[in-house]
């Protein structure tokens, strides 16, 4: 089901046709397709609890709130166990003495943020599931991975390679595996079908290879090599000599 981000005026609209109308199952069918946004500077802990009681209605709850990074811990727990999601942005910080532009033009939601300065920082809201693989327009050697994903469970693997997804209710489940070095048949054959029951699941130990993974270099936004010239190395050590 596809969501509509709106706001609360919007949803006090529904609210009070749902009052006047005799259709009051479709006004709840409205809210349940319904986010209410809060991305403003002045954001405080006191207008984000204001916003999680908001989320739930009369006439249900809705789909989702969508907030800043910052207040996700605290929409997550005043929300918890009402079936309302919880949405944020994703930051981008330049903390370097130089310009960065990040950008992504993969099979996940294509972006361009633009050239900023340091300091500066610019934000993406992710709506399309799927790999987002980022780079920066001016420095070929600088990349990233978001993976922008449908369901609430999921996890990333901790030092030991260890994993918990909690409060995943009863049912039938497939398991996915992600990792960036490995390729796509790999991954594929390490996907699984799990019955989740009341009980704790343990899932037998995973390997996974990086045989055949080749690194290949990418374009810049526009499609075009990058320039030779680049002080990547100087700036960060990692970048490859």
């Not at 003495?97 to 294509?110: K, T």
């Not at 340091?118 to 790999?131: A, D, E, L």
């Not at 600088?142 to 469970?153: A, F, G, Q, R, W």
Request: net charge neutral; charged share 20%; with cysteine.
């Amino acid at each position: 089901m596809e969501s509509l981000t709106l706001n609360k005026k919007t949803l006090a609209l529904i609210d009070a046709a749902a009052r006047t109308q005799p259709d009051a199952d479709m006004a709840g069918r409205l809210v349940s397709m319904v986010d209410l946004t809060s991305w403003e500077d002045d954001d405080t802990p006191e207008k984000i609890a204001q916003l999680c009681q908001d989320a739930l209605t009369p006439l249900g709850p809705v789909a989702a709130i969508c907030v800043y990074p910052r207040f996700v811990a605290q929409a997550k727990a005043a929300l918890a166990g009402t079936g309302v999601r919880i949405a944020t942005v994703v930051d981008f910080p330049n903390l370097d003495p130089i310009f960065h532009n990040a950008f992504s033009n993969y099979n996940g939601q294509l972006f361009d943020v633009g050239l900023y300065p340091p300091g500066g920082s610019r934000k993406v809201h992710f709506t399309r599931p799927g790999v987002v693989r980022i780079f920066c327009n001016i420095h070929s050697s600088m990349s990233s991975i978001i993976l922008v994903l449908k369901t609430p469970y999921f996890a990333a693997t901790k030092r030991d390679g260890s994993f918990e997804i909690a409060d995943v209710p009863p049912g039938q489940y497939t398991v996915h595996v992600f990792h960036e070095r490995a390729t796509a048949p790999t991954l594929a054959a390490l996907s699984s079908r799990v019955t989740v029951t009341d009980e704790p699941l343990t899932l037998p130990a995973m390997s996974i290879s990086e045989s055949g993974y080749l690194p290949i270099p990418h374009k810049n936004k526009y499609g075009r090599d990058y320039s030779p010239a680049t002080d990547d190395v100087n700036l960060y050590p990692g970048s490859k000599k």
